[in-house]
């Protein structure tokens, strides 16, 4: 096992779905994959111990949070991330860039670097690529990502291609400047719904050479269709051998779509977000527990799955902690769908090993819960 290598492990003869390894500081992490995401050092009402129950490989956090709070030198005064949080698998930190970008009005923008203002208590701070690289340094998180400009949708093409050419020059100073070789340091494309701007973002990237590669500049607005026609360039001119990350999306159709066009690791809230307000994934599509038909259902939450809650709790019972607002609902209901994403993503992996994803991603879509996703 070589440090952030990538071994392809197989291939599926129909569609472009690829299933691998890649090796982190804390292990090998299992492609496809979903990761939860824990923004402050924490995924929002679900133990550590209960993401390990599940199966979740990677967890992310979020330099822009931790930066402001409680701060890069306190957490690595800790011991990094993987002590501070009580983590012993491996952790993905986002730049934050996303974070800066979507908060346009209160930023200043230059070739250097940006300027922003806390949303805590509006102190003005700046990074440039290299100051970026430190906080994650002191973060510790086994894959890190680059700094870049993430345009908002829709944005004129003369902008995008901007963000293009200034991501590319930071991800090559984010490369120079990153010393802490234990960490994979990922670079990101971008160009929207621009393929030309989305090809020049890959040359570009392949030309400085990472272990691994984000797609971003999705999940901003564009239209589900639009993003899987621009996404299919993408992967296909991406280097084989190393890992595909399409940033912010967690949908199960999409995952399922994206899989099939060759990306391997995926990152959303949507999950634990969903489950604070009283939603479930299921094989049946999204349900609402406030509704009052399940008010004396006392079946499980999904028959089909495996997990904790559906395994202990049933809908009634569910119904009931959502609608007295109990803590626990969210708990329970967070640890569903994430064991669903993440069961979806070990479920594909297991189709493309057998040769057999595009049976796989055609029983997915023509399924009874596919077009409420």
Same mark, same amino acid.
């Given at each position: 096992?070589?440090?952030?290598?990538?071994?392809?492990?197989?291939?599926?003869?129909?569609?472009?779905?690829?299933?691998?390894?890649?090796?982190?500081?804390h292990g090998p992490v299992r492609t496809p994959v979903f990761m939860p995401v824990g923004t402050r050092a924490t995924v929002k009402g679900v133990?550590?111990?209960?993401?390990?129950?599940?199966?979740?490989?990677?967890?992310?956090?979020?330099?822009?949070?931790?930066?402001?709070?409680?701060?890069?030198?306190?957490?690595?005064?800790?011991?990094?991330? *993987?002590?501070?949080?009580?983590?012993?698998? !491996?952790?993905?930190?986002? &730049?934050?860039?996303?974070?800066?970008? &979507?908060?346009?009005?209160?930023?200043?923008?230059?070739?250097?670097?940006?300027?922003?203002? @806390?949303?805590?208590?509006? @102190?003005?701070?700046?990074?440039? %690529?290299?100051?970026?690289?430190? /906080?994650?340094?002191?973060?510790?998180?086994?894959?890190?990502?680059?700094?870049?400009? +993430?345009? %908002?949708?829709?944005?004129?093409?003369?902008?995008?291609?901007?963000?293009?050419?200034?991501? !590319?020059?930071?991800?090559?100073? +984010?490369?120079? @400047?990153?010393?802490?070789?234990?960490?994979?340091?990922?670079?990101?494309?971008?160009?929207?719904? #621009?393929?030309?701007?989305?090809?020049?973002?890959?040359?570009?990237?392949?030309?400085?050479?990472?272990?691994? #590669?984000?797609?971003?500049?999705?999940?901003?607005?564009?239209? *589900?269709?639009?993003?899987?026609?621009?996404? !299919?360039? /993408?992967? !296909?001119?991406? %280097?084989?051998?190393?890992?595909? #990350?399409?940033?912010?999306?967690?949908?199960?159709?999409?995952? /399922?779509?994206?899989?099939?066009?060759?990306?391997?690791?995926?990152? +959303?809230?949507?999950?634990?977000?969903?489950?604070?307000?009283? =939603?479930?994934? @299921? &094989?049946?599509?999204?349900?609402?527990?406030?509704?009052?038909?399940?008010?004396?259902?006392?079946s499980p939450l999904d028959p089909a799955c495996t997990c904790p809650t559906c395994t202990g709790y049933t809908r009634a019972y569910i119904r009931?902690?959502?609608? =007295?607002?109990?803590?626990?609902?969210?708990?329970?209901?967070?640890?569903?769908?994430?064991?669903?994403?993440?069961?979806?993503?070990?479920?594909?992996?297991?189709?493309?090993?057998?040769?057999? #994803?595009?049976?796989?991603?055609?029983?997915?879509?023509?399924?009874?819960?596919?077009?409420?996703?």
């Open positions: 096992m070589t440090l952030h290598e990538f071994d392809l492990i197989a291939t599926d003869p129909d569609t472009s779905a690829r299933a691998g390894v890649f090796h982190t500081a133990l550590p111990e209960q993401l390990r129950d599940i199966g979740a490989q990677v967890v992310l956090a979020n330099t822009y949070h931790l930066f402001l709070r409680p701060g890069s030198d306190l957490i690595a005064e800790a011991g990094g991330l *993987h002590a501070f949080m009580n983590w012993d698998r !491996a952790i993905l930190t986002d &730049s934050g860039g996303f974070q800066i970008f &979507s908060l346009a009005d209160t930023l200043k923008l230059d070739d250097d670097g940006v300027t922003f203002r @806390s949303i805590i208590d509006g @102190s003005w701070h700046r990074w440039t %690529p290299e100051d970026n690289m430190r /906080v994650q340094e002191d973060l510790g998180a086994d894959i890190i990502m680059q700094l870049d400009q +993430c345009p %908002p949708f829709p944005a004129e093409e003369s902008a995008v291609a901007l963000a293009v050419r200034r991501s !590319a020059e930071w991800a090559k100073r +984010c490369k120079d @400047s990153h010393v802490r070789e234990a960490q994979a340091l990922f670079g990101i494309v971008q160009g929207g719904v #621009y393929d030309a701007l989305r090809a020049e973002s890959v040359e570009r990237l392949g030309e400085i050479g990472f272990p691994g #590669y984000g797609i971003g500049g999705y999940s901003v607005g564009e239209p *589900h269709d639009l993003m899987l026609e621009s996404l !299919a360039p /993408v992967c !296909a001119h991406l %280097p084989a051998d190393k890992p595909r #990350y399409l940033m912010g999306v967690g949908n199960p159709t999409t995952l /399922v779509q994206a899989i099939g066009l060759g990306v391997d690791m995926f990152d +959303c809230v949507l999950p634990t977000r969903t489950a604070r307000l009283g =939603t479930a994934f @299921s &094989s049946e599509g999204r349900l609402n527990m406030r509704n009052a038909r399940f008010a004396r259902d006392f009931h902690l959502v609608n =007295t607002k109990e803590m626990l609902a969210s708990t329970l209901l967070s640890v569903h769908n994430l064991h669903f994403l993440i069961d979806l993503t070990t479920r594909a992996r297991l189709a493309i090993e057998a040769g057999e #994803y595009g049976a796989f991603m055609r029983a997915w879509l023509s399924g009874p819960g596919a077009e409420d996703y």
